[in-house]
């Protein structure tokens, strides 16, 4: 299931794109689970204040208020990962939109074909990285994660402690061999019983600890060193 979002001020827009969307031959209707909104503010409270992600967010640039390239920096601030289509009628806005990482441009005038393309794309991008994400639960959140964007996880007070790269750290009441194991992926290692890295963000290691990419450094049991240093040097061998 593709959850979309669609965000613009006039409603002729908003069900052109639902139209379009639903009229994808290459997708059965029950693919879809659409929302639209008709102002910023009540998208942004979706997916900032009650926390609910997007895989697509189709967000008209010229809005009343607060305006899409503002939108746009508050949701990707709560969902790094979701893919964000502009839609406008205002070419000029092109090279401003590229701050925000958008998936694709969609041209109002073109929105048939130009939508059509995009949200196929994104879709394909979606199913090669569904095996990439996590669902993790807080005591009062729940969120979809890429577990690319795991920096690594510890235990602290019996929580695992989850840090992402944009700096949250979601705390979850999961064991650590428990989260490891969901996550499987041959990138991550296990530094000891209380710790596992994502072997993209380590910049350095010595007999005794790993150094991550924010500078946090954390300790290696002896037990672990031996198939830490092996995993890194073949992750690095790898992309030299």
Sequence with gaps: MIKVYICDDEQLWIDKAKEIIIGMKAYDNSNFEIHTYRDA????DVMTVRKEYADIVILDIDMPGINGFETAAKIKGACPDVLLLFYTVHEQYVFDSFQFQPFRYIRKENAKRELTLAVDAAIKLIDKQEIKTIVLKTNDDTYKININSIMYFEL??????????????????KSIKDLFNMINDPNFILLHNGAAVNLKYVKKYSSYDVTMNNDTHLIVSRSHIKNVRTAIMNYWGDRI
């Excluded at 503010?41 to 942004?44: A, E, G, M, R, W």
């Excluded at 700096?167 to 979850?172: D, E, K």
């Design 41 to 44: 503010k009540s998208l942004i």
């Design 156 to 173: 602290l007070n019996r929580k695992c402690n989850v840090y992402l790269s944009d700096s949250r750290v979601i705390i979850v009441r």
